[in-house]
């Protein structure tokens, strides 16, 4: 309701521009697989992540360049990096691998985040004392 | 924010199975589960069962991660038909949580969406679509309150079934404008799951904006579940639970679905 004797003041706008939102999106991952003492090396899980994405978007899809940037062979996680636009395009892929030559495997995203910062701390894993 | 659910996860005999299902479930942090017991109403003579109490599977049921609360499991029935008259609703579907139909025919799935007492349509994905979404039945459903659901289990088994998958998603998107959906697995091993943000980003894909999807996960199970729970009481009010003494009946004020609400505003 307006009322006469309050002036309406002109509505001000501020605009604030991020100089440094990150160009990459970070993911830390885990694969699972059915039997357990299966072992892969970085190669070849690229390898699985690229043909998995090649099942679903093909050609143009299967060439989306992403980096694996760590990988521990013993527990299978590791962390991956990829450009703002193809995160969908990633993730998507990794939650409709089913399986690693002829096994059953599903891969555990753990963390998603366009900071490498946020990544090394996880509140799962936060033992209180 | 509401609490993620997988409202589908196929029942099976094998019981360890079935709780290292659960077990995986809790784990990567849904609240709820409900095991599907699926029947198939177009062979003669098939019986609907009584499901399997659910205390059965566990002594304690695990805890889901995140959160200090054990897991809860409901029961779940979907009936495939391709026959209005197969569907009778009778005792046997009261001892059910949820009720499922997966029609198989263009009438069924107006009769289903117009009229039946159903919480949830599913949507095919192992097979093309046998007949077209049209708006009209669609519109009803939402404004009663019925929920679609889709599957992404089958897509992750074989490559065909993804395209149908996503077919079938994105033709019944460019419909209902992405209301009233709900994402679930159809997990037979603990395996096929992903996990919440995982399907999420799923329904991305599916054609759903980024809000509806998570919001097929959360609130749209959790209206499902309460759509159920509202069908065991008297139109939502009165609410009744057994008790160790005589005479149980409570009324309680509950949250109503608006399809019923108009009915209750009528009866003053």
């Known amino acids: 309701m307006r009322r006469a004797d309050i002036q309406d003041e002109p509505a001000t706008y501020e605009r604030l521009v991020y100089k440094n939102t990150s160009v990459y999106h970070y993911m830390r991952i885990s694969l699972v697989l059915e039997n357990e003492s299966t072992r892969l090396s970085a190669a070849q899980l690229k390898q699985l992540i690229v043909s998995g994405l090649r099942d679903l978007y093909g050609e143009v899809g299967g060439a989306f360049p992403f980096d694996l940037l760590k990988f521990d062979e013993s527990t ?9 636009s193809g995160l969908v395009k990633l993730w998507s892929a990794l939650t409709l691998l ?3 030559q002829n096994e059953l495997c599903f891969f555990r995203v753990t963390q998603v985040s366009p900071f490498l910062l946020t990544l090394s701390g996880n ?6 004392d | 924010m509401a609490v993620f659910m997988d409202l589908n996860i196929t029942y099976t005999t094998d019981k360890k199975r079935l709780r290292s299902v659960i077990e995986t479930a809790a784990h990567l942090g849904y609240s709820t589960v409900a095991i599907n017991y699926v029947v198939d109403l177009q062979q003669k003579k098939q019986e609907i069962g009584k499901p399997k109490c659910v205390l059965e599977l566990f002594d304690t049921f695990p805890i889901v991660q995140g959160k200090s609360r054990p897991i809860k499991v409901l029961n779940r029935l979907t009936v495939v038909a391709s026959d209005p008259s197969h569907f009778r609703p009778n005792a ?3 001892a059910y949580d949820l009720v499922a139909v997966y029609p198989t025919t263009e009438k069924l799935f107006h009769a289903a969406c117009m009229t039946f007492d159903v ?4 949507v095919a994905v192992i097979e093309k679509q046998p007949f077209f979404f049209k708006r009209s039945p669609i519109n009803g459903a939402i404004e009663r309150g019925v929920f679609f659901e889709i599957s992404y289990t089958p897509a992750i088994r074989d490559s065909t079934m993804r395209r149908y998958t996503i077919a079938n998603a994105i033709s019944l998107m460019e ?3 992405g209301k009233n959906v709900i994402v679930t697995s159809g997990a037979e091993k603990p395996l096929e799951l992903r996990g919440p943000y995982d399907i999420a980003n799923l329904g991305l894909l599916f054609g759903l904006s980024e809000g509806d999807g998570k919001a097929a996960i959360s609130t749209n199970c959790r209206a499902v579940h309460l759509h159920g729970e509202t069908r065991k009481t008297a139109l939502g009010i009165v609410h009744s639970m057994k008790s160790e003494q005589p005479l149980t009946e409570r009324q309680e004020k509950e949250d109503v679905p608006a399809s019923k609400r108009a ?3 009528m009866a003053q």
């Open chain 1, 76 to 84: 299978l996680t590791g962390v991956l990096r990829v450009y703002n």
């Open chain 1, 98 to 100: 089913g399986f690693y």
């Open chain 1, 123 to 128: 509140s799962r894993e936060l033992e209180l």
């Open chain 2, 92 to 94: 046997e579907y009261k």
């Open chain 2, 119 to 122: 919480d949830i349509i599913c």
């Open chain 2, 175 to 177: 419909t209902c404008k």
């Open chain 2, 263 to 265: 009915k209750i505003e």
